[in-house]
């Protein structure tokens, strides 16, 4: 359940700045923790990409390549028990608003390929010291950058 919560913060931060910029460490240390494959405390490239597969993976339930409104509103479950009911209902609606912005085509439905703009270039972002891997500290930057040029 966790990586799926992960990709939730992680898209709802992208959409709100000011809501994430509080828990920003947090989100960093659960990153780390789903996405660090080889448990060094630093995030490699190849290890961001396949967190952000997975993530995908995760949210298209039917996996048919696309994220649906439905797909998020099975979500509701999942996410009562990390925030409340009260909380992953209102969780559903805003991941809803922030993955539908992403919908490039209209088509009311999420690709992989508008899913993955997303996250295109947010890495070279974080890195700050440019070293090829991402450190808490620069994780703790995701809320911040993504919304920043």
């Known amino acids: ?18 809501a994430a910029v509080p828990g920003a460490e947090a989100l960093a240390k659960l990153i780390t923790h789903e996405f660090d494959t080889n448990a060094d405390g630093l995030l490699d490239q190849g290890e961001w990409q396949g967190g952000i597969a997975r993530s995908f993976d ?21 996410l009562a028990e990390e925030a409340g009911e009260i909380g992953g209902t209102i969780l559903v609606v805003l991941i809803k608003q922030a993955l539908l912005t992403l919908d490039q085509d209209g088509d ?34 995701l809320p911040v950058k993504m919304v920043t040029k």
């Open 108 to 141: 009311k439905a999420v690709s992989r390929k508008e899913f993955d703009a997303l996250t295109e270039g947010i890495f070279t972002k974080l890195d700050a010291d440019k070293n090829g891997s991402l450190t808490l500290a620069e994780l703790s930057d």
């Open 1 to 18: 359940m966790k990586p799926l919560f992960i990709t939730v913060l992680f898209v709802f931060s992208a959409h709100t700045l000011h």
């Open 58 to 78: 995760q949210l298209d339930k039917n996996h048919d390549g696309t994220i649906k409104p439905d797909e998020v509103d099975a979500l509701s479950g999942d």
